[in-house]
């Protein structure tokens, strides 16, 4: 499944808080995710762009396939999009080691803030990691629909990134691929990397 969603930097912060309750978007949650990203021992997965990733949102766990179509072939650099298989699990703990148990290893530990609005079907995410500034992620069912997102907010809809956090951090001078835990209490590299 394809997802329609695109990331915008150097947002005032304020500013789009501000729109979205003058839009009367409603402020639908605000939680600190953890995740486990998994990935075989040659680092196949990372050489094809894609990865396993293990979240905890709280109130749910969710598993998921993610793959970037095709990295860095779209205007301005931006991936062609994302192909996406998710699913709710029920434990973390014992996902996590099913994984470990069948040979996968853990590459990168990882949490993020989110602030989520809704409007209509319009998904607003203000996302917050480790050592990056603060970015908004607009996601809905078309890329028309995450258009009208990014004007009703009066951002540049030519502005936007299509692509992962991991991308985002990179242009910040983050690479995030060197860590295996990038939390907000630690940020620690990998001893050896293939």
């Not at 179509?69 to 205007?75: A, S």
């Amino acid at each position: 499944m394809e997802e329609f969603e695109a990331i915008f930097t150097d947002i005032n912060l304020d500013g789009i808080r501000n729109k979205l309750k003058t839009l009367g978007a409603r402020k639908i949650f605000e939680k600190t995710y953890r995740r486990l990203n998994f990935e075989y021992p040659d680092w196949r997965l990372d050489k094809d762009h894609s990865w396993i990733r293990l979240r905890d949102e709280g109130d749910k766990i969710t598993l998921a396939f993610k793959k970037r179509l095709g990295p860095g072939e779209g205007d301005n650099g931006n991936d062609l999009g994302m192909r996406e298989i998710e699913f709710e699990v029920s434990d973390y703990n014992k996902t996590r080691d099913f994984f470990l148990a069948i040979g996968l290893v853990h590459k990168l530990e990882v949490e993020n803030r989110r602030e989520r609005w809704l409007f209509k079907d319009i998904q607003f995410d203000i996302d917050t990691y480790p050592l990056i500034p603060t970015y908004l992620e607009i996601e809905s069912s078309s890329w028309a629909k995450v258009k009208e997102g990014s004007e009703l907010l009066d951002l540049d809809y030519n502005q936007k990134r299509i692509c992962s956090a991991t991308q985002i951090a990179k242009d910040y001078g983050i690479i995030t691929q060197d860590y295996s835990i990038f939390t907000f209490d630690r940020q620690i590299k990998h001893q050896t990397r293939i």
